[in-house]
């Protein structure tokens, strides 16, 4: 295809500001943005100001309908009745995370997705991480790699937003949002009926808004795990304790809204390198992801570190 892939975009909240709505802008040789659509109308209506787009929706079937070459879904809740919808309308699909609310749900996209021949993308983005994807190339030579742990510290978005010119706008129809938190009250009831309140939000909040990066990342690394050791789970404090093959994991995230300063390490022990991931706030534009690789040689005291700026394109 020579011409720029024709978007949509579902969603005009923050994260569609800071980060996606910007980059079609910078990449302009590849996409167009044709469509946006949000719940709020002044909000949408702004966006597309600034972006020079004239087809503005606050429903995301009348995008959807636009026949569009792209579905970016950047709501929040699930984002399986658009995204299912956008495929079956001949579209590939992008979505922000979570991918869905259920497994159900995710099975039906996938399933759309094939049945229509479309591409359906997750935005886990530290996947393509430059220095993520660097980690992996040196991961084959840190020899057996004993035990992983992985350390997030939470910290309040607001001073890390701040600098960016964000539209508002009136913000939904009450209503609408009133019966949307019913909605995902009930996929949650059904999915787990047995639960208490803490352990439903934190499956919501904890596991599929926050920890999603972390166990994505794994994935990447490691694969699958054999084995669950562990969970302890709290609105302010989750730890795992996981083993994948001969590998074991730690796993720590921390709320600690009193500091703006978010903190996510990722240090894989190996026999023969230790390797070490820094990840700076999600909402810093460019700021690059710092790898630490820790060589030592057998049998004497002598040991190295070399500290790798692979990318600033994150």
């Known amino acids: 295809m020579n011409r720029p892939l024709r978007v949509g975009v579902v969603g005009c909240g923050m994260i569609a500001q800071i980060m996606h709505l910007h980059h079609l802008a910078e990449l302009d040789d ?49 984002h399986a009745p658009p995204a299912i919808a956008a495929c079956r ?14 497994v159900a749900e995710g099975r039906e996209m996938v399933a759309a997705a094939e049945k229509a021949s ?7 983005m530290k996947r393509y991480d430059p220095a993520y994807v660097r980690l992996l190339e040196l991961l084959p030579d840190a020899g057996e790699v004993r035990l992983v742990r992985v350390t997030t510290l939470e910290s309040p978005y607001e001073p890390y937003v701040a600098a960016y010119p964000l539209l508002r706008g009136d913000g939904p129809p009450t209503e609408v949002i009133e019966r949307l938190r019913a909605d995902e009250a009930r996929v949650l009831a059904d999915l787990l009926p047995e639960a208490d309140e803490n352990t439903r939000y934190c499956y919501r909040w904890m596991l599929l808004d926050n920890l999603v990066h972390e166990l994505n990342m794994l994935r990447g690394a490691l694969g699958e795990p054999t084995r669950i050791n562990f969970a ?83």
Not at 49 to 71: C, H, I, M, P, Q
Not at 118 to 124: F, K, P, S
């Open 30 to 78: 590849r996409f167009r943005l044709e469509a946006v659509c949000d719940l709020d109308q002044r909000l949408a209506t702004a966006c597309a100001n600034r972006y020079g787009v004239s087809k503005v929706f606050t429903d995301w079937n009348d995008l959807v309908a636009e026949s569009l070459d792209v579905v970016m879904v950047l709501t929040s809740g699930s």
């Open 89 to 102: 309308a001949g579209s590939h699909v992008f979505v922000e995370k979570p991918m869905c609310l259920t």
């Open 118 to 124: 479309v591409r359906l993308m997750v935005g886990t």
């Open 232 to 314: 302890s789970l709290d609105r302010n404090v989750v730890e795992l304790s996981l083993t994948y093959g001969s590998t074991e994991c730690h796993l720590s995230w921390v709320d600690l809204p009193g500091m703006a300063r978010y903190s996510q390490e990722l240090v894989f022990y190996g026999l023969d390198k230790r390797l070490t991931l820094a990840l700076p706030s999600p909402y810093l534009r460019n700021m690059p992801t710092e790898l630490r690789v820790e060589t030592g040689q057998p049998g004497t005291p002598h040991s190295g570190q070399t500290i790798e700026t692979v990318s600033y394109q994150e």
